[in-house]
């Protein structure tokens, strides 16, 4: 049976497909002509306010330099959610949107679809995905950056490959760089997200620019998306 949280993930997504299917053509022909006491009667037009973002502090700038990039590692804000939570997560809440247990991309469309859940329910829908390091204690072993970069360039001696790097999938909701943390969302949908998933953001050391996960998760909601429509 439908749980009450995915009537609202459908009604939601349904919407969405309803406006794209029904937007406006923006190079129609359908002009209206404004006279004088027209254009004078809408000069004043009420603004519209941004909603306020929720109140957050940007973390202290990391002084490791990241040779992929060539400038210090970023840092993300937001919940680390591993696969498996996300998979569970889907079959609660809204299984009927989720093909047979046998489909070959099975996993994958659950965590699209738990990650949309997620947006609906919000109203946020600027979720980015990143690959973080999840040190137990919440600081990052500086050994664990070197031995990161030795994995990945497959360099360095046996024993720093060898080195055990505990990595989580972050749902981020903004960066500490201008642009996305002037983005963030609201409080409210903070409050929204956090009790969806039972436990609050943070901030978290990104480890390299392989967004391979990523990629791969929004080429398949494109697909998921498209063979909706």
Known sequence: MPTPLSKLFKAATKNILSQHRNRPDNHSNDLKTTTVQETETSAVQPVRLKPEPFELVRPPKELHINPIIGRPYLQYYGYGIPREWLIRFAEKECPEV??????????????????ELISACSDFWSFDFKYCFNP????????????????YFKSGTEDLRAVQIDTVPVFVVCSEQDESFNERPTQGQMDIMTKLIGYPPQWWQSHTLDLRGYKKLRKLRRLVVATSL
């Open 98 to 115: 989720l093909p047979e247990r046998d489909h070959i991309c099975y996993e994958d469309h659950a965590m699209v679809r738990g990650r």
């Open 136 to 151: 137990k204690d919440g600081s990052v072993p500086p050994l664990w950056f070197d031995a990161f970069m030795a994995k």
